[in-house]
T-cell receptor, first 115, second 116 residues
Framework: AQTVTQSQPEMSVQEAETVTLSCTYDTSESDYYLFWYKQPPSRQMILVIRQEAYKQQNATENRFSVNFQKAAKSFSLKISDSQLGDAAMYFCAYRSGSTGNQFYFGTGTSLTVIP | DAGVIQSPRHEVTEMGQEVTLRCKPISGHNSLFWYRQTMMRGLELLIYFNNNVPIDDSGMPEDRFSAKMPNASFSTLKIQPSEPRDSAVYFC??????????????FGNGTRLTVT
């Protein structure tokens, strides 16, 4: 089974600053998809951004962008101009492109935004 | 798109009682997943269905847990008898897999189960 590792249990950032959350994964596949989910205190799981492994260009959604390094099997999330509403748990997830029924999640990073 | 609908949102029950959690996936999604989230163990996959068929139930903790998907628009997760260690947030999620696997998981709002 693929493994997804988030090595930072907790992170903090000053409001309006930039923060990067790390995610690495282990796979022998070449075709797969990566996702970042946000879970605020309301506990709802919200999709933040997705990346297809076959695309070299890093995905971007407004203030959220990724740094996808396929060779290094790294998929970090950058949040620019951090806002108080960004405070949440962030989960990295992997989905196989060939047997895509399973999603593999990291253990999460708790992000605190300091006013 | 109404999203994935779970009920109830909160459930408090006494040890030994039967608990049934319900889920309606997004219309057209052919994969359905049940997850359990706790502080200690994080997000755990319990079981997932593809086209209403259980594919992998290796995450189901024990025989007290069972899940069904009688049709494409409804699934249940049942715990009988419930125990205090079953207290957790249970998520249902659905996804499309036809043609491409770039479809993300869409989560319901979860059911917070408390067993006293």
């Amino acid at each position: 089974a693929q493994t997804v590792t988030q090595s930072q249990p907790e992170m903090s950032v000053q409001e309006a600053e930039t923060v990067t959350l790390s995610c690495t994964y282990d796979t022998s596949e070449s075709d797969y998809y990566l996702f970042w989910y946000k879970q605020p205190p309301s506990r709802q799981m919200i999709l933040v951004i997705r990346q297809e492994a076959y695309k070299q260009q890093n995905a971007t959604e407004n203030r959220f962008s990724v740094n996808f390094q396929k060779a290094a099997k790294s998929f970090s999330l950058k949040i620019s101009d951090s806002q108080l509403g960004d405070a949440a748990m962030y989960f990295c997830a992997y989905r196989s492109g060939s047997t895509g029924n399973q999603f593999y999640f990291g253990t999460g990073t708790s992000l605190t935004v300091i006013p | 798109d109404a999203g994935v609908i779970q009920s109830p949102r909160h459930e408090v029950t006494e040890m030994g009682q039967e608990v049934t959690l319900r889920c309606k996936p997004i219309s057209g999604h052919n994969s359905l997943f049940w997850y359990r989230q706790t502080m200690m163990r994080g997000l755990e996959l319990l079981i997932y269905f593809n086209n209403n068929v259980p594919i992998d139930d290796s995450g189901m903790p024990e025989d007290r847990f069972s899940a069904k998907m009688p049709n494409a628009s409804f699934s249940t997760l049942k715990i009988q008898p419930s125990e205090p260690r079953d207290s957790a947030v249970y998520f249902c999620a659905s996804s499309a897999t036809g043609g491409s696997y770039n479809s993300p998981l869409h989560f319901g709002n979860g059911t917070r189960l408390t067993v006293t």
